[in-house]
C-alpha cells in the first residue's frame, strides 16, 4: 500500500535534546496529522494540521503544514524519557476519505 | 465512551483456521476504518464504511477477508482460512464522517485507533 516517506528512520538521542522528524509525499493532502505509537498500542493524535502553512504546538511539540501541502515536519523539544515510541505522520487528502500513514520515525530517549 | 474498542486484543491460531475480530467505534462517529500493521511498518489502509456502506476497499483485502458493519455501529473483520503473512496487527479508527467541504479545516474527519487486535499465525 501506499505510504509517506518519513525521516530519519530512527533517533537515539539524550534526555533534553531537541529532534526534528519529516515528512513528504508525492500527493497533495487537506489534513496532515502526526501520532505516536508505542509498543502494543494503536496510534494516538498528537497534533492535527489544516492549512498550508500552519504552524501548530501542542506543548513541547510543534508541527507545520507545508506550503506545497506535500510535506510536514514535527519537533520535540526538550525530550524527556516518556517521549520514547515510534512517530507516524499521515495524510488525509480530498479525494479520498483514507489516511495515509508515513513510514515512521522510531525515537529513543536515553535519560 | 471510552473510545474505540477492539476485541480480543490478542489470538494466536493454526494456519488453516477462521478469525475474527470486532470494533466498536466512538458512539456518534460515522465512519470506520481497519488498517492493518506490520512489524517495522506504518499502519496500511484495508477499508472503511460510512454507516453500514463500504465504500472502499484496498487490495490488500484479498478474498480471504470481510468486513462488516451490519448496523452501522459495531464491526468485524473475518479473516479465512489464515496464512502465515496475515501475522498482524489489525486495528480499527473511526471519524465523524462528514463531507469534505464540512470537514475543512475542523478535526470531523481525523481518525481516532482502538489498541488494535494482534494475530500470530503459527
Known amino acids: 500500500g501506499q505510504q509517506l516517506n518519513q525521516s530519519p528512520q530512527s533517533m537515539f538521542i539524550q534526555e533534553g535534546e531537541d529532534v526534528s522528524m519529516n515528512c513528504t509525499s508525492s500527493?497533495?493532502?487537506?489534513?496532515w496529522l502526526w501520532y505516536k505509537q508505542e509498543p502494543g498500542e494503536g496510534p494516538v493524535l498528537l497534533i492535527a494540521?489544516?492549512?498550508?502553512?500552519e504552524l501548530t504546538s501542542n506543548g513541547r511539540l510543534t508541527a507545520q503544514f507545508g506550503i506545497t501541502r506535500k510535506d510536514s515536519f514535527l519537533n520535540i523539544s526538550a525530550s524527556i524519557p516518556s517521549d520514547v515510541g515510534i512517530y507516524f505522520c499521515?495524510?488525509?487528502?480530498?479525494?479520498?476519505?483514507?489516511?495515509?500513514f508515513g513510514t515512521g520515525t522510531l525515537l529513543a530517549v536515553q535519560p | 465512551d471510552t473510545g474505540v474498542s477492539q476485541n480480543p486484543r490478542h489470538k494466536i491460531t493454526k494456519r488453516g483456521q477462521n478469525v475474527t475480530f470486532r470494533c466498536d467505534p466512538i458512539?456518534?462517529?460515522?465512519?470506520l476504518y481497519w488498517y492493518r500493521q506490520t512489524l517495522g511498518q506504518g499502519p496500511e489502509f484495508l477499508t472503511y464504511?460510512?454507516?453500514?456502506?463500504?465504500?472502499?476497499k484496498s487490495r490488500l483485502l484479498s478474498d480471504r477477508f470481510s468486513a462488516e458493519r451490519p448496523k452501522g455501529s459495531f464491526s468485524t473483520l473475518e479473516i479465512q482460512r489464515t496464512e502465515q503473512g496475515d501475522s498482524a496487527m489489525y486495528l480499527c479508527?473511526?471519524?465523524?464522517?462528514?463531507?469534505?467541504?464540512?470537514?475543512?479545516?475542523?478535526?470531523?474527519?481525523?481518525?481516532?485507533f482502538g489498541a488494535g487486535s494482534r494475530l500470530t499465525v503459527l
Open positions: 479508527a473511526s471519524s465523524l464522517g462528514l463531507a469534505w467541504r464540512a470537514s475543512l479545516f475542523s478535526g470531523a474527519n481525523v481518525l481516532t
Open positions: 500527493s497533495i493532502f487537506n489534513t
Open positions: 494540521l489544516y492549512k498550508a502553512g
Open positions: 499521515a495524510g488525509l487528502g480530498g479525494a479520498t476519505n483514507k489516511l495515509i
Open positions: 458512539s456518534e462517529h460515522n465512519r
Open positions: 464504511f460510512q454507516n453500514e456502506a463500504q465504500l472502499e
